[in-house]
């Protein structure tokens, strides 16, 4: 299994025309991606050729829709037109939008969230890498040659740092992995994705990554606690932000004690969560971890 995208997927990439939608389309499909269409209003009826493979480009996510059955969407659209895009994406039915574009004014970020959430699409990001469940689908940016199907499940605000934990534990592998982005305003958040890989059969230890700013996974913390029954491990990026600066996403913002890394660190803690010092050491524990349980499938137990 995998949460949120399968084999079974369908995916449109709004966008597919441009240079970062063709080159992921193009990198999605090579991962396995059932890539149904482009949407280019401009492009309408033309088919393109993406490494052998014809895909044809609808003048709208409906029209799409329509003719392919498509149920994901991917995109690429530049931020000044995004907000239309994901409403589009709603009004179509679609119930996954993958908002890979950075920069997006939180004010329409704000508005296509509420808009998509009473229409029962959920979104991923903005400004986020997308998600992969290994060996089915790719939706996004996320390479898929550094990691395996596995029963790891990873939830992750940072791009750079999902890819890291995927490599660290790629002897492992991995059910699925999610990068829900550092903005301010997201839409799947740590919680929805922990519900999700808890109620997975095939996911028997998730690892969740945070930042400074917020309160994001203090309020993760809390449903681990009550919610969560399978092993949890955490890594927070900022220990050596200095403090009342603003760093990285523009989602981490300090203000005195709260949202600090120690903060999050000892709320994680407290809810029974192992918390790695590094990316390195987080994977170690994932590591141990299984190895207590006997479940260790490392390739020649060691690199």
């Given at each position: 299994?995998?949460?949120?995208?399968t084999?079974d997927?369908?995916?449109?990439?709004?966008?597919?025309?441009?240079?970062?939608?063709?080159?992921h389309?193009?990198?999605m499909?090579a991962?396995?991606?059932d890539?149904?269409g482009?949407?280019?209003?401009?492009?309408?009826g033309?088919?393109?050729d993406v490494?052998?493979?014809?895909?044809?480009v609808f003048?709208?996510?409906?029209a799409?829709?329509?003719?392919?059955?498509?149920?994901?969407t991917?995109?690429?659209v530049?931020?000044?037109f995004?907000?239309?895009?994901?409403?589009e994406a709603a009004d179509a039915?679609?119930?996954?939008?993958?908002v890979?574009?950075?920069?997006?004014?939180?004010?329409?970020?704000?508005?296509?969230h509420a808009y998509a959430?009473?229409?029962?699409?959920?979104?991923?990001g903005?400004?986020c890498p997308?998600?992969i469940?290994?060996?089915?689908?790719?939706?996004?940016?996320?390479?898929?040659?550094?990691?395996?199907?596995?029963?790891?499940?990873?939830?992750?605000?940072?791009g750079?740092l999902?890819?890291?934990l995927?490599?660290e534990?790629?002897?492992?592998g991995f059910?699925?992995?999610?990068?829900?982005?550092?903005?301010?305003?997201?839409?799947?958040?740590?919680?929805?994705?922990?519900?999700?890989?808890e109620?997975?059969?095939?996911?028997d230890?998730?690892?969740?990554?945070?930042?400074?700013?917020g309160?994001?996974?203090?309020?993760?913390?809390?449903?681990?606690?009550e919610?969560?029954?399978?092993?949890?491990?955490?890594?927070i990026a900022?220990?050596?932000?200095?403090?009342g600066?603003t760093?990285?996403?523009a989602?981490?913002?300090?203000?005195?004690s709260s949202?600090?890394?120690?903060?999050?660190?000892?709320?994680?803690?407290?809810a029974?969560?192992?918390?790695?010092?590094?990316?390195t050491e987080?994977?170690?524990?994932?590591?141990?971890?299984?190895?207590?349980?006997?479940d260790v499938?490392?390739?020649g137990?060691?690199?």
């Amino acid at each position: 299994m995998a949460i949120f995208l399968t084999k079974d997927s369908k995916v449109i990439v709004q966008g597919m025309t441009g240079a970062e939608g063709m080159k992921h389309t193009r990198r999605m499909l090579a991962a396995g991606t059932d890539i149904v269409g482009g949407v280019n209003p401009r492009k309408a009826g033309v088919r393109v050729d993406v490494d052998g493979r014809t895909v044809p480009v609808f003048g709208s996510v409906s029209a799409a829709v329509g003719a392919t059955g498509a149920d994901v969407t991917v995109v690429f659209v530049p931020p000044p037109f995004a907000k239309a895009a994901v409403i589009e994406a709603a009004d179509a039915g679609i119930p996954l939008a993958v908002v890979i574009t950075e920069g997006i004014p939180v004010h329409d970020a704000v508005a296509f969230h509420a808009y998509a959430r009473a229409r029962a699409t959920r979104i991923i990001g903005p400004n986020c890498p997308g998600l992969i469940s290994p060996g089915q689908s790719n939706a996004g940016i996320i390479p898929s040659d550094i990691t395996k199907p596995g029963r790891i499940g990873l939830v992750s605000k940072s791009g750079t740092l999902t890819y890291q934990l995927m490599y660290e534990l790629r002897d492992i592998g991995f059910s699925s992995c999610v990068g829900i982005g550092g903005d301010p305003v997201i839409g799947t958040t740590h919680i929805d994705a922990l519900a999700a890989f808890e109620a997975d059969p095939d996911t028997d230890v998730i690892v969740m990554i945070g930042e400074i700013g917020g309160d994001a996974e203090e309020r993760a913390a809390r449903f681990i606690a009550e919610r969560v029954t399978k092993p949890v491990v955490g890594y927070i990026a900022g220990f050596t932000a200095p403090e009342g600066k603003t760093m990285g996403h523009a989602g981490a913002i300090v203000s005195g004690s709260s949202g600090t890394a120690r903060a999050k660190k000892e709320a994680l803690e407290a809810a029974g969560v192992r918390v790695g010092a590094t990316p390195t050491e987080t994977a170690e524990l994932v590591f141990a971890l299984l190895a207590d349980a006997g479940d260790v499938r490392r390739a020649g137990q060691g690199r």
